[in-house]
């Protein structure tokens, strides 16, 4: 009995292997620039190893501490044995790690390690404070979740109960950040339907010919660079810019606004740059509701208000909904704009990424602002995408 698959079979199988094979290179693509730089950021946000590499004894006796009282006596021993075996590089490795909870860490480790040998060298008093050995417990990896506490304004505290965090000595500081973030982020959202929608309204509403040639106007600064736009308001905003000077010169004002370096310089120039990211869905969705449904809403008694809740509304909520999450999570990552428009209290999230990528090299921090920052883009597609599959159902 022949097992060659029939003629059908195998020309499907072909078909298959050509269509993945067509797709391959942009797989390779995605893998390479997008999953596994996002695979080493999520790792990154969690691996801890600069205490173990640098002092494994010392980590090996930590990590058997339950971080309440002072540790035992033998664990002096262990980082007496550390530090004289310890290389440069990685002490001074552990120095930087271990300060990012006290900047005096790095002064400790090396005045202990210059009096090994000596009865001095363990004699500083900080050495029998209990939150010392506490921080060199939460620096015990490989991994850990300090860098996620941290961006979250909170620390692994031995002391409380369950569930063993509290609240940074510094108070809250990324939290803000991360909430200022958010708000910047909903104002421009807000700010661009409510330009975006009578627009596309009135768009929907003219030829073709009109339509597009508007549209063009539309897509003009689209294709220009966001710092090349973001410097022209500048020009537009400084105290002597184009607009304070056309004030002054109406009499509406006696002396220069201050527009620039403020939270509104930075909203007007964003809503400027992702106006468009919201036009273009709402107005396709706009351009695709079916006006006899109106019609049929206004036959039947239905007032402009009712018609347009109840009917036209349903019909362009996909794409609002679309072009707001397009926005708002384009606006997250925005780093140029409020870097050159804002105050030092307008900077977003993605500004301190950036500072502690390139200058304080706190990778770990970073990839955790970055992680959180994922976690909330996540969480608003699945919203989105829940309330669309309701409300797109539902119509």
Not at 61 to 88: E, H, N, S, T
Not at 96 to 110: P, V
Request: glycine share 8%; hydrophobic share 50%; with cysteine.
């Amino acid at each position: 009995m022949t097992t060659t698959p029939p003629l059908r079979k195998r020309r499907n199988r072909a078909d298959t292997i050509r269509a993945y094979a067509l797709i391959a290179p942009l797989m390779l693509l995605l893998i390479g620039t997008f999953l596994i730089p996002l695979g080493f950021v999520v790792a990154r946000s969690v691996l801890d190893t600069e205490l173990d590499a640098a002092l494994p004894a010392t980590s090996r006796v930590l990590a058997a501490w339950d971080g309440r009282d002072l540790p035992p006596p033998v664990v002096f021993d262990a980082l007496a044995q550390d530090l004289k075996a310890v290389p440069v590089t990685a002490l001074n490795e552990v120095s930087r790690r271990l300060s990012y909870e006290n900047a005096g860490f790095r002064a400790l480790l090396a005045g202990a390690r210059r009096a090994l040998g000596t009865p001095t060298a363990f004699t500083d008093p900080r050495w029998k404070e209990t939150a010392t050995w506490q921080a060199m417990k939460r620096a015990t990896g490989p991994a850990n979740a300090f860098y996620l506490l941290t961006a979250l304004d909170l620390r692994r505290d031995f002391d409380a109960g369950p569930p063993g965090v509290a609240q940074t000595p510094s108070g809250g500081v990324y939290r803000d950040i991360l909430i200022r973030t958010l708000s910047i982020a909903t104002v421009t959202t807000l700010i661009c339907v409510v330009l975006a929608f009578p627009l596309c309204a009135f768009l929907a509403r003219r030829s073709e010919r009109t339509r597009n040639l508007l549209l063009f106007l539309v897509l003009l600064p689209f294709w220009t660079a966001t710092l090349v736009r973001t410097t022209a308001w500048m020009v537009l905003l400084q105290d002597r810019g184009v607009v304070n000077q056309m004030l002054l010169a109406l009499g509406a004002i006696s002396e220069p606004l201050h527009l620039m370096y403020n939270r509104l310089g930075v909203i007007v120039a964003m809503v400027h740059v992702m106006l468009p990211f919201m036009i273009f869905p709402l107005l396709a969705s706009m351009r695709a509701v079916d006006a006899r449904l109106m019609r049929a809403a206004a036959s039947l008694g239905a007032g402009p208000w009712h018609s347009f809740r109840r009917v036209y509304l349903p019909q362009v909520l996909p794409g609002l909904m679309a072009g707001s999450l397009m926005v708002f999570i384009v606006t997250l990552g925005f780093y140029i704009t409020p870097t050159l428009l804002g105050g030092p209290g307008d900077q977003m999230i993605s500004f301190y990424i950036a500072q502690f990528t390139t200058g304080t090299l706190n990778w770990g921090l970073a990839a955790a602002l970055s992680v959180i920052l994922l976690i909330v883009t996540g969480g608003l597609y699945a919203l989105q995408t829940s309330l669309n599959r309701r409300y797109g159902g539902a119509r």
